[in-house]
């Protein structure tokens, strides 16, 4: 079982699950980031819209997390709504598997706050959610979210052809993985730079 809800701080960069009081952020940076996410974004093989209504996503990550599965964060930077992390497809048994998904805000990229997202949330569902093993499965062109896994250690473990369907079409898919034994080496958390204000006072 994985105790929920969960708040995870490191520096500037806080996880917690989405609240009423983001709609307008949420509203805000979705609008400005539709074209920057379309590549990578999961659409439905029957042709059907996914929901575009911040309540609609509310309801869903509540929904979700309820039933044990899956556990949508919100990425706050600065106190500010910068983007989305999940831990997935939570499986127990002789598995103790999950998948790992993300994005971030095009005006944050490329500040290591997704890495550091990753490490967080890896770190706590292996040492205190019990899960053995986290995967994050990415498409090969998506060059961005390679540098990601690569700098935090995970291992390339294969290719899962037509494994997702992305923007429209089923993508082929590169499988990066981390387990309990090289998190309980290290915490993937120490090896990342805290990450401060850009504005400072
Ligand atoms: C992939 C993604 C989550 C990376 O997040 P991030 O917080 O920018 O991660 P990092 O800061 O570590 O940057 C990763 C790489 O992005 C690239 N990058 C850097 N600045 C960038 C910018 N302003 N715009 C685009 N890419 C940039 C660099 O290659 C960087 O690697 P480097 O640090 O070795 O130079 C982000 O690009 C994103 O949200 N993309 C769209 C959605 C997506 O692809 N999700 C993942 C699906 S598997």
Avoid: C
Wanted: proline fraction near 4%; avoid cysteine.
């Amino acid at each position: 079982m994985i105790a929920w809800p969960i708040v995870l701080e490191h520096g500037d960069v806080i996880l917690r699950p989405l609240k009423f009081s983001d709609r307008r952020e949420w509203n805000e940076v979705q609008g400005r980031n539709r074209a920057w996410l379309k590549p990578w974004q999961a659409t439905l093989p029957s042709g059907q819209k996914p929901s575009e209504s911040f309540m609609d996503h509310l309801r869903y990550q509540n929904r979700q997390a309820r039933s044990g599965r899956d556990f949508g964060l919100a990425i706050i930077h600065e106190g500010k709504f910068a983007g989305g992390i999940t831990l997935g497809n939570v499986t127990w048994g002789s598995a103790r598997n999950a998948y790992i998904g993300y994005w971030i805000d095009s005006s944050r990229a490329g500040m290591g706050i997704t890495p550091t997202a990753v490490a967080m949330l890896s770190d706590w569902a292996i040492l205190v959610g019990e899960l053995h093993r986290v995967e994050i499965s990415i498409r090969p062109e998506n060059a961005a979210s390679i540098r990601v896994v690569e700098k935090l250690g995970f291992k390339q473990e294969g290719y899962r052809v037509r494994f997702l369907h992305i923007d429209n079409d089923w993508r082929d898919h590169v499988v990066y993985v981390i387990t309990e034994e090289q998190v309980r080496q290290q915490k993937l958390t120490t090896q990342r730079p805290l990450i401060h204000s850009r504005h400072v006072a």
